[in-house]
Each structure stands twice: as structure tokens, then as C-alpha cells.
């Protein structure tokens, strides 16, 4: 289900190290198949990379369970958390969590495009090269050798981004200043009724869990006889946004069996009347198709 930023890394990696990349498969309901992963994990596993929420399926992960399962079976291997579609939705306590890397993107919780974080412990940044150099991330250069300056600055060469990160600084405080408890109760509630009503229209399927306990803010869904893409257009005439397309999850989709899904999402912009005129759109397309 992972993000294809958080699978092509991998992907790429391995092509380049000659290791082996396994895939873990989904449950019916589009959840982790727990017990695939049991059998995948080996005592030379390196690294275990999941999402904590899925920005296709809005499947909420069992990141305790997994870190468990992993320190059992692979007690050597790093665990690394894609937190895009979490950071913004609800409390996200790192500590708890257990992960060893924590990744987030301001522009998913109204902050600016092209920053966000990543959270780890220290030993691990201290052990870790640079990934790209520049002013600022240096300690001392000589002709032979250079030495790096200390966290954070190793990993943030050249000149800081200091625009988003006041930006990104910003969202995070207009967000606690709502309370992660309460974007993630609104969430529900709309979740609760965009599911219930479109269940109902004639043709509507709907992919992920339908445990709201167990779902983000997003609903993948498809109509029968519209093809997503023509779905997003009718939908955009009538002041609708939604995605439509593999949502950069290529694998995802052929597990899925589907070309595209369209994607509605809620946040705390968001309010009923917003999936009134969702399906009220979904039913004009109906008609124009059919």
C-alpha cells in the first residue's frame, strides 16, 4: 500500500546492493497482512519501511504491532515510518510509536511545499553520512578529508530553507492551537457520513477498511461504467475536488485490480455540506454516463 516515495527508494536501493526486496501483501479489508509479514521478516532483514497511514486506502497501520513483530523476529533491523498522512490527522507521539525513523511533509498538515522531517534516534544520525553536501554541514575541510558539523546541521547543507520552516513552524502551532484530538475527531464524523452515503448510491465501491477506528481522512472509491478520471472532471464542474488516478501507488492499484481510484478527502477545512455536494456529483455523473 506504501507511497512510492516510500517504496522506489527501496526498490532502487536494492537494485544497486544486490538486496532483496520483499513486499508485504494486504488483507481483504486493505489492512497489512500481518501474518505474510510474520514470514517475511528473517533474522538478516535490515530495514522494515511501512506507512503509518496510507494516502490511497486512509488504512491507519498497527506500528506497535509491526515494531513488535520486528524486534522479535528481526531484532537487527531499523524500522522506518512514512508519518505524511499521520502527522496531520491525529496525535502522533514518536516515543510511543517505537519506530526508529519517523518521516513527515509540511504541505500535508497546511504547511509550505518542500520541507518536513524526520525524526530519529541519535546514535543512528550520528553513525549516518551526509546524503548531500554543501555550506554549513562541515566541520573541517581538509585537502585530503572533511569532517561534519554537528545534528542537525550534517544533513541540511547549503543555504537553510528558513521561509518553510517558519511556515512549517506556523502550521504546527495553528494546529495545536485546535488539538490533534479534535482534527481527528472532525475527521471521523465526516468520514462516518462520506462513507454512509456514498455506500448507498447504486454502482459505488468503496476500498479500505470500513472500521472508522482503522481509517484517515481519505475515501478511495470507484463508480461502475465511469472511469475516475471522468469522474474527477464531472465533479470539478460542480466545484468538487477530488484525485483521481493511482495516487502514487502504482503497486497498490494493480493489487486492487483497478486502473485508478478516486480519492475524497476531508480535513478540518471540511464540513457536511462538502459530502452533500460529493454526492450529489457522483449521482449527476451517473447520469450523464449512463
Given at each position: ?69 520486528t524486534k522479535d523476529r528481526a531484532p537487527h533491523a531499523i524500522t522506518v515510518c512514512d508519518g505524511a498522512q499521520s502527522a496531520p490527522h ?115 465501491r468503496i476500498y479500505g477498511p470500513r472500521d472508522l477506528a482503522l481509517r484517515s481522512g481519505v475515501v478511495s472509491f470507484t463508480v461502475e ?66
Amino acid at each position: 500500500m506504501e507511497h512510492h516515495a516510500n517504496f522506489v527508494p527501496w526498490q532502487q536501493l536494492s537494485l544497486l546492493t544486490g538486496a532483496k526486496l520483499r513486499i508485504c501483501e494486504l488483507t481483504s479489508d486493505g489492512g497489512v497482512d500481518l501474518d505474510q509479514m510474520k514470514k517475511l521478516l528473517r533474522a538478516k532483514t535490515k530495514v522494515v519501511a511501512f506507512s503509518h497511514v496510507s494516502n490511497a486506502l486512509g488504512t491507519i497501520n498497527p506500528v506497535r504491532e509491526i515494531v513488535a513483530m520486528t524486534k522479535d523476529r528481526a531484532p537487527h533491523a531499523i524500522t522506518v515510518c512514512d508519518g505524511a498522512q499521520s502527522a496531520p490527522h491525529m496525535r502522533v507521539r514518536f516515543e510511543e510509536l517505537g519506530v526508529d525513523f519517523f518521516a513527515f511533509s509540511g504541505h500535508k498538515m497546511l504547511g509550505p511545499m518542500g520541507i518536513g522531517g524526520l525524526v530519529g534516534p541519535l546514535d543512528l544520525l550520528e553513525q549516518m553520512p551526509p546524503y548531500q553536501m554543501g555550506g554549513d554541514m562541515i566541520e573541517f575541510v581538509g585537502d585530503d578529508r572533511t569532517t561534519w558539523n554537528v545534528l542537525p546541521h550534517k544533513f541540511e547543507a547549503g543555504t537553510p530553507n528558513v521561509a518553510d520552516a517558519v511556515g512549517l513552524a506556523a502550521a504546527c502551532d495553528y494546529l495545536d492551537g485546535i488539538g490533534m484530538d479534535a482534527v481527528r475527531a472532525h475527521e471521523v464524523g465526516l468520514l462516518e457520513l462520506m462513507i454512509a452515503t456514498l455506500s448507498a448510491v447504486a454502482g459505488v465501491r468503496i476500498y479500505g477498511p470500513r472500521d472508522l477506528a482503522l481509517r484517515s481522512g481519505v475515501v478511495s472509491f470507484t463508480v461502475e461504467g465511469i472511469h475516475p478520471h471522468d469522474l474527477s472532471t464531472v465533479l470539478d464542474q460542480d466545484g468538487v475536488c477530488i484525485r483521481a488516478g493511482h495516487h502514487c501507488a502504482q503497486p497498490l492499484m494493480r493489487r486492487l485490480n483497478v486502473p485508478a481510484t478516486a480519492r475524497a478527502s476531508v480535513y478540518v477545512y471540511n464540513d457536511p455540506t462538502d459530502i452533500d455536494a460529493l454526492v450529489k456529483g457522483v449521482e449527476r455523473a451517473k447520469q450523464m454516463f449512463r
